[in-house]
């Protein structure tokens, strides 16, 4: 029988047997699929924590349709044993809050820099490590300090990054400085910065990815990273450390943010009366040449 069954080349259904099992061997992983080194990195790093499991991810943009719909009937068609929502700022508190009327017998645990307060997380203190920023900024003497984030985004004038910025800046007597830009590539960089009479002291950059772009940008502009201009980033990308000027940048802890929520999911998923299990992490400032006085 089995022999007959491998000469015909027969394979087990999944959706079938997940109908029948309600085991599917998929985790959903919610996040924006909007490109960025950052949450390529987490991506990569939460596939490698699966690896070491019969598990895998399917990944959907859940804020994008969340901002259209206010629904998640697409994303709940997929047949998975748990949900991990990452930095799910539009949809993430209130699938939290409704999720057990959605979703009942899925485990949900929610982490980054957003987070539902209502069940499991692992949250990422992004306001602390903005503020080391800042600090660190404002120690090195320099006064005329710049925020950089693209036009179309909702840190441009928000968030935990550019609150403590303006927080920063007021608390010492200091004008706060926008600089926004079109897109995350160093001509788009280069033209916002381009716009200004002159440049400032240094910048503050919503993520690595404007951190890089504008450290080229910067030096296609005949100045210096670090001597001319300050920069500092935001997330700890690998690349920021191998920039011909290594950039200053809040590191951001992936590693061991993957792999505490997918323990928090895995207790939930072996027994769904365990308690939740809540816990925030904090960021860390890693300083080089980009910022130093």
């Known amino acids: 029988m089995l022999e ?11 959706m079938a047997r997940a109908l029948m099992t309600r085991r599917s061997g998929l985790v959903g992983f919610w996040m924006s699929l909007q490109y960025s080194r950052y ?29 259209w719909d206010h629904s998640f009937a697409r994303s709940l068609r997929v047949p998975v044993e748990g949900i991990i929502a990452f ?44 503020t080391e920023a800042m600090i660190h900024l404002l120690a090195t003497g320099r006064r005329r300090i710049a925020y950089l984030a693209p036009w179309n985004s909702d840190l441009l004038t928000g968030g935990f990054r550019y609150e403590v910025y303006r927080d920063l800046m007021e608390q010492a007597g200091l004008p706060c400085e ?19 009479e002159s440049l400032p002291e240094a910048i503050f950059c919503m993520n ?22 300050a920069l500092v980033g935001f997330d700890g990308i690998e690349e920021t450390e191998h920039c011909p000027v290594p950039i200053t940048t809040v590191k951001q802890p992936i590693n061991e ?17 365990a308690p939740l299990r809540q816990q925030i992490l904090k960021p860390t400032l890693v300083i080089r040449d980009s910022s130093k006085g």
Request: with cysteine; aromatic share 6%; hydrophobic share 40%.
């Open 4 to 14: 007959a069954v491998e000469k015909l080349g027969y394979r087990p259904n999944p």
């Open 39 to 67: 949450r390529s990195q987490v991506l990569d790093r939460m596939r490698g924590v699966l690896g070491q499991t019969e598990l895998a991810l399917a990944v959907t943009d859940v804020d994008e349709q969340y901002h």
């Open 87 to 130: 930095d799910a700022s539009g949809s993430i508190d209130a699938f939290g809050q409704d999720s057990r009327r959605l979703a009942p017998e899925i485990p949900f645990v929610s982490m980054g820099a957003y987070w539902s307060e209502v069940r499991s997380f692992v949250g990422v203190d992004v306001r602390s490590g903005a």
């Open 178 to 196: 926008i600089i926004s830009s079109t897109g995350v590539t160093p001509l788009s960089v280069e033209d916002s910065l381009a716009a200004s």
């Open 208 to 229: 690595d990815d404007l951190a890089i772009a504008a450290s080229v940008a910067i030096g296609r502009m005949g100045l210096k990273v670090g001597s001319d201009v």
């Open 257 to 273: 943010m993957c792999t505490l929520t997918f323990e928090f999911l895995k207790s939930q998923m072996e027994d769904p009366e």
